[in-house]
């Protein structure tokens, strides 16, 4: 098992230009997570799917969009980088709501817009 | 809204003890606790349910006292692994709705 991986693992983007991050699971979880984490900062959840074709916003959804057309993917687009959107971003899922199931983490994706 | 962590940061001699504390000023449902090193992803280390069910790494040791909305995770004979990032989470609900991590408290296990 693969567990959580996203594509790519490094980005530079001039600001104004978009971009799609991949993440896939392969442990048939039904919930997962966009994540962004800044220097020195915790991790604050973008947008969120608690099954296929659902998605639901976070704490920081502006300058996100997300889809979930399969159940093994999330993906995360930015349709117009700006610098402050130059972050880490992680992808997790679990195999049911965050009240009661650990999250297991992508190795993340490290966005420089310039 | 975000639990507050505390302490911010502590350095620890290896084989020392270390509670890291996390406190929300909203009702809880659970507790999870996460690990992250430098320049890698979170990893699971527990979970404290309400009605004191608890799920994760045999070697952690934390509490959950759900009246105080307070959680504590106990780090006991410090080895220079456990170095990194500890991150609490809290969720009010079972259906994670909810979810928000907190800051994080550094630690540094020196040999």
Sequence with gaps: NAGVTQTPK????????SMTLLCAQDMNHEYMYWYRQ???MGLR?????????????GEVPDGYNV??????NF?????SAAPSQ?????????????????QYFGPGTRLTVT | QQPVQSPQAVILREGEDAVINCSSSKALYSVHWYRQKHGEAPVFLMILLKGGEQKGHEKISASFN??????SLYLTASQLSYSGTYFCGTDGSNYGQNFVFGPGTRLSVLP
């Design chain 1, 86 to 102: 130059t972050s880490v971003y992680f992808c997790a899922s679990s195999p049911g709501g965050t009240g009661s199931h650990e």
């Design chain 1, 38 to 40: 800044d220097p020195g």
């Design chain 1, 10 to 17: 490094f980005r530079v983007l001039k600001t104004g230009q």
């Design chain 2, 66 to 71: 759900e009246k105080k909305q307070q959680s």
């Design chain 1, 75 to 79: 993906l995360l687009g930015l349709e």
């Design chain 1, 67 to 72: 889809s979930r057309l399969k159940k093994q």
């Design chain 1, 45 to 57: 959840l973008i947008h969120y799917s608690v099954g296929e074709g659902t998605t639901a916003k």
